[in-house]
Antibody
């Protein structure tokens, strides 16, 4: 059974850096073809893809946010970490991690974590 | 970026009746490997998204067969043959043919 869970701060101040951790089980990020992605959803709005990391450490980012994002993995801990710099109130959203990869779909999702950006 | 446009944005449906959601992409979603990476996701109220359909028409594990996907190129459709109460929520199409992956605005399915 594949599960993913996001963790991190619920409140960050403008200009701060957000660090989110996705802890997963039921699969390994060292298995060929596997990836983990991050997607966010502002309250009442649509989904937005942010970043994706593959088993071979290949990384993909949304071009509009690339300068602010870093995605890394720790295979031994079954974790993927997303950092986003220079947070702004418009970045207030529920952040999801999801299991994906070369299939190019997101088969399993975490429950999401709501991050509010406010002073 | 590829823009995904869904219609309608809201769909009131009678229980037991069919429902259909359209998704149009601003560019062809045919990948150089021959696949078309168009998927459909369902988001029930207060829940994370759930994969329903991948590569246009393949139902994901555990998805009822009343859900079906079709289309090609730039025009795609999700159909629900007979809507049930548990189908209430927002439906998104997503393209993963080109970076960045992009989603439609969402279609809210509600019961009349």
């Amino acid at each position: 059974q594949i599960t993913l869970k996001e963790s991190g701060p619920t409140l960050v101040k403008p200009t701060q850096t957000l660090t989110l951790t996705c802890t997963f089980s039921g699969f390994s990020l060292s298995t060929s073809g596997v990836g983990v992605g991050w997607i966010r959803q502002p309250p009442g709005k649509a989904l937005e893809w942010l970043a994706l990391i593959y088993w071979d450490d290949d990384k993909r980012y949304s071009p509009s946010l690339k300068s602010r994002l870093t995605i890394t993995k720790d295979t031994s801990k079954n974790q993927v970490v997303l950092t986003m710099t220079n947070m702004d109130p418009v970045d207030t959203a529920t952040y999801y991690c999801a299991h994906g990869g070369i299939r190019r779909d997101f088969q399993h999702w975490g429950q999401g974590t709501l991050v509010t950006v406010s002073s | 970026d590829i823009v995904m446009t869904q219609t309608p944005l809201s769909s009131p449906v009678t229980l037991g009746q069919p429902a259909s959601i359209s998704c149009r992409s601003s560019q062809s979603l045919v990948h150089s490997d021959g696949n078309t990476y168009l998927s459909w996701l369902q988001q029930r109220p207060g829940q994370p998204p759930r994969l329903l359909i991948y590569k246009i028409s393949n139902r994901f594990s555990g998805v009822p067969d009343r859900f079906s996907g079709s289309g090609a190129g730039t025009d795609f459709t999700l159909k629900i043959s007979r809507v049930e109460a548990e189908d209430v929520g927002v439906y998104y199409c997503m393209q993963a043919t080109r970076n960045p992956y992009t989603f439609g605005q969402g279609t809210k399915l509600e019961i009349k």
